[in-house]
């Protein structure tokens, strides 16, 4: 199947740190991809990472891989309440595109 | 650079009734994707085209269809609307596959509700 698996929701309070976590299903997946939306607006590119790296640092952000278990995490560092939001793994079905999507983890932010 | 866009935004059709979406990609991107999003099912890929030809086809019934035009514009149409075809349905281009990353860039989608 071609499901892309992740926890529906997390909470946290601003200034902590926020782990999402996925679970996806190709191992052949060229990039693997985290996605932010906002309330009303479509999806925007948070970062990717290419699947021979283990990790990428992007400011407040680091996505960590491992290929042999297929988990993807994203680690949200000093988060805000502007991070609340939506945020989507994905992979592609087959070469770059188009992309499969797990069902989102729900992030709230608590002042 | 202006952005995906998407018409309209917001419609409501009753069961029964079609409906044509639009989808203009950013400039110089070849590829169109669509997906429905429901609170449900989350984002399931409806289908990809690429110079005009449909490259990939997601797991929907026939009522659902689309097309690209020469320009890189897209329209998908849904016939005999169904209650549960309520969704947010959103459009992503791309540069093609095999040029890049593989970035989608989505716009704002059009909400259908169906009564």
């Known amino acids: 199947g071609e499901d892309v698996e992740q926890s529906l929701f997390l909470s946290v309070r601003e200034g902590d740190s926020s782990v999402i976590n996925c679970t996806y299903t190709d191992s052949s997946s060229t990039y693997l991809y985290w996605y932010k939306q906002e309330p009303g607006a479509g999806l925007q590119l948070l970062t990717y990472i290419f699947s021979n790296m283990d990790m990428k640092q992007d400011q407040r952000l680091t996505v960590l891989l491992n290929k042999k278990d297929k988990h993807l995490s994203l680690r949200i560092a000093d988060t805000q309440t502007g991070d609340s939001a939506i945020y989507f793994c994905a992979e592609p079905i087959s070469g770059n595109t188009p992309l499969v999507f797990g069902k989102g983890t729900r992030l709230s932010v608590i002042a | 650079k202006a952005g995906v866009t998407q018409t309209p935004r917001y419609l409501i059709k009753t069961r029964g009734q079609q409906v044509t979406l639009s989808c203009s990609p950013i400039s110089g991107h070849r590829s169109v994707s669509w997906y429905q999003q429901t609170p449900g099912q989350g984002l399931q890929f409806l289908f990809e085209?690429?110079?005009?030809?449909?490259?990939n086809k997601g797991n929907f019934p026939g009522r659902f269809s689309g097309r690209q035009f020469s320009n890189s514009r897209s329209e998908m149409n849904v016939s005999t609307l169904e209650l549960g075809d309520s969704a947010l349905y959103l459009c992503?281009?791309?540069?093609?596959?095999?040029?890049?990353?593989?970035?989608?860039?989505f716009g704002e989608g059009s909400r259908l509700t169906v009564l």
């Open positions: 085209y690429f110079s005009e030809t449909q490259r």
């Open positions: 992503a281009s791309s540069l093609g596959a095999g040029v890049n990353t593989g970035e989608l860039f």
